[in-house]
C-alpha cells in the first residue's frame, strides 16, 4: 500500500486546515486509517484513525477540534483540523493498517501555527 498525504501549511491560531491521504495498491485489505504526528524534538504521536466500518478514535487533546472522515470508495481519508493551536504544530503522517501485513505510512506533510 502507498499513501500520498496533503493539505499541510502555515495558518495562525484558531484556524483551520484540511489534509488528505490517498491510498494506492494493495488497498482491499485496509481495516483502518489514521494519523500520527510528530513535532520537533517529540515522539511520534497517534492522533486519530477510522475504521473501513466508520468507528473513531480522537486523541483527547484534539477532540472536539479535529475530525476525522473517510471516502471508502475513493480510499481517501480526511482530517478537518479546526480551532488549531501552536502545540499542533507538527509534521503529520498519514497510516494505514492492513491484517497480517506491516503498517503502511505516507511521506508527512507539514502543519505550522502560528501564534
Known amino acids: 500500500v502507498q499513501l500520498q498525504a496533503s493539505g499541510g501549511g502555515l495558518v495562525q491560531a484558531g484556524g483551520s486546515l484540511r489534509l488528505s491521504c490517498s491510498a494506492s495498491g494493495s488497498i482491499r485489505s485496509i481495516n483502518r486509517m489514521g494519523w500520527y504526528r510528530q513535532a520537533p524534538g517529540k515522539e511520534r504521536e497517534w492522533v486519530a484513525d477510522i475504521t473501513v466500518d466508520g468507528i473513531i478514535r480522537y486523541r483527547g487533546s484534539v477532540k472536539g477540534r479535529f475530525t476525522i472522515s473517510r471516502d471508502n470508495a475513493n480510499n481517501m481519508v480526511y482530517p478537518q483540523m479546526n480551532s488549531l493551536e501552536p502545540e499542533d504544530t507538527a509534521v503529520y503522517y498519514c497510516?494505514?493498517?492492513?491484517?497480517?501485513?506491516?503498517?503502511?505510512w505516507g511521506q508527512g506533510t507539514q502543519v505550522t501555527v502560528s501564534s
Open positions: 497510516k494505514a493498517w492492513q491484517p497480517y501485513q506491516p503498517d503502511s
